[in-house]
C-alpha cells in the first residue's frame, strides 16, 4: 500500500506563492498519474491538477490554470504543486492521490492522507 503524506502548506498573502509536496512511501509512485485535490470548509473536494507517470503531461482544473504548476521528482519518489499569484479562494486542505489516468478526476485510491492546510489572507 502506498502512504501519501503532503506537506508545504501555510500562511499566505494575496498574491504569495507555496509549493506543496506529496512523498510516498511504501511503493514508488513513479507508474502512477497522480493529481492534487482540494477542499475548502464546506465544499466538495475539487480537483486541482494531475501530471502523467513520466512527467511529461499535466492537466490542470480552469481556477488555476496559468497559476499552478505540477511536476514530479521520481528520485524522490515526490509530486510537487508550485501555487502562485495565490488568492482568498485557494484557500483549503490539499491533498494528493494517485489517479487511473492523466484526465481522471476519479482517485485511485480510496483512502486519502492528512492532507495540508493553504490559507491565503486578503
Known amino acids: 500500500q502506498v502512504q501519501l503524506v503532503e506537506s508545504g502548506g501555510g500562511l499566505v498573502q494575496t498574491g504569495g506563492s507555496l509549493r506543496l509536496s506529496c512523498a510516498a512511501s511504501g511503493r514508488t509512485l513513479s507508474k502512477y498519474y497522480v493529481g492534487w485535490f482540494r477542499q475548502a470548509p464546506g465544499k466538495e473536494r475539487e480537483f486541482v491538477a494531475a501530471?502523467?507517470?513520466?512527467?511529461?503531461?499535466?492537466s490542470y482544473g480552469d481556477s488555476v490554470k496559468g497559476r499552478f504548476t505540477i511536476s514530479r521528482d521520481s528520485t524522490r519518489n515526490t509530486v510537487y504543486l508550485r501555487m502562485n499569484s495565490l488568492k482568498p479562494e485557494d484557500t483549503a486542505v490539499y491533498y494528493c492521490?494517485?489517479?487511473?489516468?492523466?484526465?481522471?478526476?476519479?482517485?485511485?485510491?480510496?483512502?486519502w492522507g492528512q492532507g495540508t492546510q493553504v490559507t491565503v489572507s486578503s
Open positions: 501530471i502523467s507517470w513520466s512527467g511529461g503531461s499535466t
Open positions: 492521490n494517485a489517479l487511473r489516468g492523466l484526465n481522471s478526476r476519479s482517485p485511485l485510491f480510496d483512502y
